[in-house]
Nanobody, 115 residues
């Protein structure tokens, strides 16, 4: 059983910053991929960024240069530093873990960018 616990969402003004965290626990293989996806109202869930256990990253074009993903393998935790936030970044952000051929999702955390 794998559990993902997210934290760090909230309300921020345009141009502001937020940091999301996602801690994974349970049966996790050494090689795995963690990442963040988001879903805005009325839209499909989309990739934000992923990072492998070896540190390889894959960013969506819309967040390149503004968002930074990092991870602490010892803690099975991934972080998303979001800077220069825009209203279009408003969404529910979901943490995802791929391990052992399966996908696991967190419960989601709301990020709202508004003045």
């Amino acid at each position: 059983q794998v559990q993902l616990v997210e934290s760090g969402g909230g309300l921020v003004q345009p141009g502001g910053s937020l940091r999301l965290s996602c801690a994974a626990s349970g049966s996790i293989f050494g090689f795995n991929t963690m990442g963040w996806y988001r879903q805005a109202p009325g839209k499909q869930r989309e990739l934000v960024v992923t990072i492998t256990s070896s540190g390889r990253t894959n960013y969506a074009d819309s967040v390149k240069g503004r968002f930074t993903i990092s991870r602490d393998n010892a803690k099975n935790t991934v972080y998303l530093q979001m800077n220069s936030l825009k209203p279009e970044d408003t969404a529910v952000y979901y943490c995802k873990l791929q391990t052992g051929g399966r996908n696991y999702w967190g419960q989601g955390t709301q990020v709202t960018v508004s003045s």
